[in-house]
């Protein structure tokens, strides 16, 4: 594992997709350890393709990032992960979803949606 293992700055990771979406840069090693190096994602699409069985089906991606304020007024982001089996003619605070959260989280923790005033509380910690 130590061949690939690297030092990587939190400023290089992205936060956000390329705009427009597809135009980021892709760097390919292949098995021989033969660098490619496309400054367009979509220009590496077909040499990867190549030989491969490709499967395309209709999901949808759910736009699942919230800012919330934690008690210091500090904006956190809040990603929701599954949206489970919610039932909408229930309480909210009957649904449990699950999230991931860029910070420190302990069960009983509350985070403020704040254009909505929504009140997210933390029921249970995993990983």
């Known amino acids: 594992m130590s061949d690939f293992s690297y030092n990587l ?3 290089a990771v992205a936060k956000f997709p390329a705009e427009p979406r597809g135009s980021s840069k892709l760097l390919k090693v292949d098995s021989s350890g033969r660098v490619s190096y496309y400054s367009h994602f979509g220009k ?5 393709l190549e030989g491969c069985h490709v499967v395309f089906n209709n999901s949808r991606v759910l736009d699942a990032r919230l800012s919330v304020v934690v008690s210091n007024n500090q904006k956190v982001e809040l990603m929701l992960l599954d949206l489970g089996n919610i039932d909408s003619s229930a309480p909210c605070q009957e649904q449990e979803i699950q ?8 069960a009983g923790d509350k985070y403020i949606e704040p254009v ?7 029921m249970n910690v995993f990983g």
């Open 9 to 11: 700055q939190e400023d």
């Open 44 to 48: 590496a699409i077909p040499e990867m």
């Open 99 to 106: 999230a991931m959260i860029r910070c420190g989280v302990s």
């Open 116 to 122: 909505s005033g929504v009140t997210v509380e933390v």
